[in-house]
Nanobody, 121 residues
């Protein structure tokens, strides 16, 4: 069974940076797309960024383009989300997810438990 564990969340001031990690275990192959999603209090879970298993393509929601960067280290089976120039509106629980075919939508098969990111103004 695939397990995804997020880490790297925390409290940061506006303009600061955080790097989230999503470590996977229990997979038999590395051919999985990985996505990052977030959910703020009282709001629906939304797409943030995703990357193919080959790292040959990535996609970002408009509000984070130019500030967030998704990357992966296949040797560690870990996907990262580098978040720079953070804004208070980035405050949310961030989840990673993996699936063989899902992309920017929520239909990923496996999900992590989430990590809290809080950006103070």
């Amino acid at each position: 069974q695939v397990q995804l564990v997020e880490s790297g969340g925390g409290l940061v001031q506006a303009g600061g940076s955080l790097r989230l990690s999503c470590a996977a275990s229990g997979r038999t192959s590395g051919h999985y797309n990985t996505g990052w999603f977030r959910q703020a209090p009282g709001k629906e879970r939304e797409f943030v960024a995703c990357i193919t298993w080959r790292s040959d393509a990535a996609s970002y929601t408009n509000s984070v383009k130019g500030r967030f960067t998704i990357s992966r280290d296949d040797a560690k089976d870990t996907v990262y989300l580098q978040m720079d120039s953070l804004k208070p509106e980035d405050t949310a629980v961030y989840y990673c997810a993996s699936d063989r075919t899902a992309w920017v939508t929520l239909d990923y098969k496996d999900w992590g438990q989430g990590t809290q990111v809080t950006v103070s103004s």
